[in-house]
């Protein structure tokens, strides 16, 4: 262990700023490791080279690969068609039209809803809406996907109007004078940032996580490329060190250093967006890695701004201890971190067809062109010849042919459209994924059902990758940092009609890694449209099932009709079709008279004590009620009194005719009833025909 002095071991040994470089042999051991980082990324500069290509693929930029070289200058985006259907159906899947993404485990009964309601709005606020179809197509072309999360912490200083009493020397205020004030609004939500794979070295490569590598003795290196602005503001955040930063400030080049391809800058050039000239950057590796500290062996953050120039070297800035870098293969490779990239086995296949299509279109070209046979010695006035309307040659026609250039790109069509079902086969695009794909043809049913399988299985094991290594892991950052940066409460908007039945949760910081599990839920809530339809099936079973039947158990059939509710209606919706009780708690009516007093409109839960209530509010109401919303308040209590006492009536009274209460099923289908083909009328709406279920191996519709 370094040989750190007392006021390190004292004051230094809780403090995620502190640098650790300045100590010479923790800088010894960092110097020693930007070599083998060094060598890493060298090691990798085949792979970085590919991938560069591929990119070039997808922005259907022409390169040396070609082989013929002529007029025509046509790319086609086979590749870029492929990959673009892969991210719009995965984005889909996995960001259902219920716009419920989180699924929390707890004991408590309570906060999960408050949990769920939290975590949908640090993803709006993370716009992962629009961050995860970029993710999707950098793991096509890449093989691997890397994100890296991190916390942003903004303010805005706003005015507004206030009201303040006019004091006076005799005694109390005599009125009110309006008056404006200065306040600042605070706003913070983690940020996620997609990161090329070149830009990422992790040793050793065999390792098969992140984790894997830096707990056995080596280290996950993330290439920055940093402004000068940047640089300043690492400074002044304690994040590098003063000297250090000063001294790569007047280093600052616009080259790209060692040879590393700038992803963003290609990002942009590709864009359209030209960055050259004033275009300074520097690049820096941030290096994870254990470094020995007072207490031991740590996970460190180290930044180097060259062999022997090490900005800093401080503790994991997260109270976690987690790496904010997520990152898992789009295919496991066995033997290797990194996986493969999807366009590499048709590549070859692209570069083919262009060249292809360009020999094509060159045909075409010739082929409008008419060749001209003519006898110079027989035609004198072949100057005179020119391709006019009415022209007159003055020449025998049998000394003149006229002759078509072969129409080659007939052919050439024909092998590119081979060439593009292969690359779509290859990938694991059907036409169901490509718009307009049959629009001059009309598939048969076994086709459609063919195709739709197909779909479904490629598409649920890509997103499922996407779960279980990205986003899953992605929420439970978000809720570790939600507890180490958040510190006061947060009102989130929670499930509900817009403008009606909305509820706006306080959130309390969140008890890491006690009692609760965070689940990415969308990709299974796209995914269960026919579970969802035997699960009413299986419903319309049990309820008919006799309770001795099942002794030592108890049937609460609240959670299964919550669930089959809010998935055909929307979590929005479905709120109000089948009401949560629970979510409907009494507000102290205190509480209530200061917002009432204020002039806000307050709602009546059906769970207030309405005889209460209207006492608390009738005396709050002798001291004025200028707006009139208290008036209106009681008028809402006193309606709610009315309803619930003729509710109870008509659950008293028997229904006219029967004499008796209303049999269980209120009139639905048969107890035991199953959907069946035979019988179309018991089928819901939208409902899965049964030859087309999900089975154990592939279905095929019966013939019609």
Known sequence: MPDFDDEDEGTKKLDRKYNFARRKPVRE??????????????EQDTRAADIRDFWDIYNCELSDRQFYSG?????????????????????NQIFPVSSRHIEVLST?????????????????????????????????IEGHYNVYVSWSTSSRHVIQKTKKPIETEAGPSIGEVEDIEEIEIKSSHPVVEVIPDTDICVLPATADSLEEAIQSGGSVTILRRWSKTKIRQMISEGLIDKAEGEALLGEMSNEESGGKPNRPKDAASAAGV???????????????SMVETPDGARLCQTFYGGPDQVLSCHRNPLWCDRLPLISAPVKKVAGSFKGRSQVQPVASFQYFINDMMNEGADSASYSMLPIVMTDPEKNPRVGSMVLNLAAVWETSPKDTQFAAFPQLWKDALAIVGEGVQSIFQALGVNPAMIT?????????????????????????????????????????????MDYQYRDAAIMVRQYGELGAGVDME??????????????????????????????????????????EMYQGYKL?????????????????????????????????????????MDGISVMVHPLDDHKLHMQVHSEAMQMGDPAGVIREHLIFHTQALMQAAQAQAAVMAPRPGVGGPTPAG????????????????????????????????????RRM
């Open 29 to 42: 051991k960092l110097t020693a490791l930007y070599t083998e980082i060094q060598t890493g990324y060298q």
């Open 71 to 91: 007029n025509s200058q046509i790319f086609v985006p086979a590749v870029y068609n492929a990959v673009n259907a892969r991210s719009t159906r995965f984005s």
């Open 108 to 140: 408590d009964p309570t906060l999960p809803r408050a949990l769920c309601a939290l975590g949908e709005h640090y993803i709006a606020k993370a716009d992962l809406r629009n961050l995860v179809p970029a993710l999707v197509m950098s793991g096509d």
């Open 274 to 288: 030209k960055i050259e000239g004033n275009d300074r950057w520097a690049l820096v590796y941030e290096t994870w």
């Open 436 to 480: 307009g794909e049959r629009a001059n043809s009309r598939p048969t049913q076994a086709q459609i059902a063919n195709e739709q399988q197909v779909d479904i299985l490629t598409t649920a094991d890509a997103v499922s990758v996407i779960e279980h290594g990205i986003l899953t892991p992605m929420l439970l950052l978000f809720m570790e």
């Open 506 to 547: 306080e959130i309390p910081p969140l008890q890491m890694d006690h009692r609760f599990s965070f689940r990415w839920y969308g990709v299974e809530a796209a995914r269960n449209a026919q579970q969802i339809q035997q699960q009413i099936a299986l419903t319309n079973v049990i309820r008919g099932v006799p309770p």
């Open 556 to 596: 609460n059939m609240g959670p299964v009709l919550a669930n089959a509710v809010e998935a055909a209606f929307g979590p929005r919706l479905g709120r109000l079709v089948f009401e949560d009780m629970r979510s409907q708690l009494s507000v102290d009516p205190q509480k209530e008279n200061a917002m009432l």
């Open 666 to 701: 209120g009139g639905g289908p048969r107890i035991g009833a199953q959907p069946d083909a035979s019988r179309p009328a018991q089928q819901p709406p939208g409902a899965v025909p049964q030859d087309q279920m999900m089975g154990q191996g592939p279905a095929m519709p």
